[in-house]
T-cell receptor, first 110, second 112 residues
Framework: GDQVEQSPSALSLHEGTGSALRCNFT?????VQWFRKNSRGSLINLFY???GTKENGRLKSAFDSKERYSTLHIRDAQLEDSGTYFC????????????FGSGTQLTVMP | DPKIIQKPKYLVAVTGSEKILICEQY?????MYWYRQSAKKPLEFMFS???????DNQTASSRFQPQSSKKNHLDLQITALKPDDSATYFC???????????FGSGTRLTVL
C-alpha cells in the first residue's frame, strides 16, 4: 500500500487565514521534505526535516518519526501561496529515494 | 535563472522509438536523480547517481538508461517507447545524497 498518505487532497482558504497539511507514513521514515510546485512546474523545496520543527516566514513544518507523521502549517495565507504542495519522505532503509505524497492543491481566495 | 535545465520541455514520440531526455545542473551538486510522474500518480523515484556512479535503480525496465557524460549531466535514454511511458520526467540534484532536493521543471513525454 501507499507509504505516504497526504491530506487533504484539496484545500481552499481565504486570504489571511491558515490551515495545516498532513502526511502520515505507514513505516518509519528517516526524514521528510516539503515542496511547492511553482507556475513553471518546478518543485520548490520548502523544508527538509530529520526531526522537530522548522519555520520560514508564514510556513512551519513538523516531523515526528516515531508517530509517523509530518505537518505543514500555513498562516496568514496570501494569494501567491496557491499551488500544489507535496510531502516526500526518506525511508529508513538508507536509500536516497524519496517517497512522495499525492499532493494538496491549495487555493487561496480573496 | 533556472539552475537545473531539462530539455526539451515537451516531447512527442511514436511507439517503438527512442528518445533522450537531457538534464544539466549548475548547482555544483554531486548527486543527481530522475523521477517520473504519470497521470494521477505521485512522483516516483527512478534512479540516483553520485559522482557519476549509479547508486539506486528502482526502474524495473532496462529500456530506461541514465547516461552521465559529465558530473553535472544526467540524461535519460528511453528505448522501445510505449504509450505507458507517457509521463512528466523530473530531474533533480542534491549536494550529496539524502539531502534537500532541487528539481528541474520536467520534460513532458507523450508516446502515441
Amino acid at each position: 500500500g501507499d507509504q505516504v498518505e497526504q491530506s487533504p487532497s484539496a484545500l481552499s482558504l481565504h486570504e489571511g487565514t491558515g490551515s495545516a497539511l498532513r502526511c502520515n507514513f505507514t513505516t518509519t521514515m528517516r526524514a521528510v521534505q516539503w515542496f511547492r510546485k511553482n507556475s513553471r512546474g518546478s518543485l520548490i523545496n520548502l523544508f527538509y526535516l530529520a526531526s522537530g520543527t522548522k519555520e520560514n516566514g508564514r510556513l512551519k513544518s513538523a516531523f515526528d518519526s516515531k508517530e509517523r507523521y509530518s505537518t505543514l502549517h500555513i498562516r496568514d495565507a496570501q494569494l501567491e501561496d496557491s499551488g500544489t504542495y507535496f510531502c516526500a519522505a526518506e525511508a529508513s532503509s538508507g536509500s536516497w529515494q524519496l517517497i512522495f505524497g499525492s499532493g494538496t492543491q491549495l487555493t487561496v481566495m480573496p | 535563472d533556472p539552475k537545473i535545465i531539462q530539455k526539451p520541455k515537451y516531447l512527442v514520440a511514436v511507439t517503438g522509438s527512442e528518445k533522450i531526455l537531457i538534464c544539466e545542473q549548475y548547482l555544483g551538486h554531486n548527486a543527481m536523480y530522475w523521477y517520473r510522474q504519470s497521470a494521477k500518480k505521485p512522483l516516483e523515484f527512478m534512479f540516483s547517481y553520485s559522482y557519476q556512479k549509479l547508486m539506486d535503480n528502482q526502474t524495473a525496465s532496462s529500456r530506461f538508461q541514465p547516461q552521465s557524460s559529465k558530473k553535472n549531466h544526467l540524461d535519460l535514454q528511453i528505448t522501445a517507447l510505449k504509450p505507458d511511458d507517457s509521463a512528466t520526467y523530473f530531474c533533480a540534484s542534491s549536494p550529496q545524497g539524502a539531502e534537500t532536493l532541487y528539481f528541474g521543471s520536467g520534460t513532458r513525454l507523450t508516446v502515441l
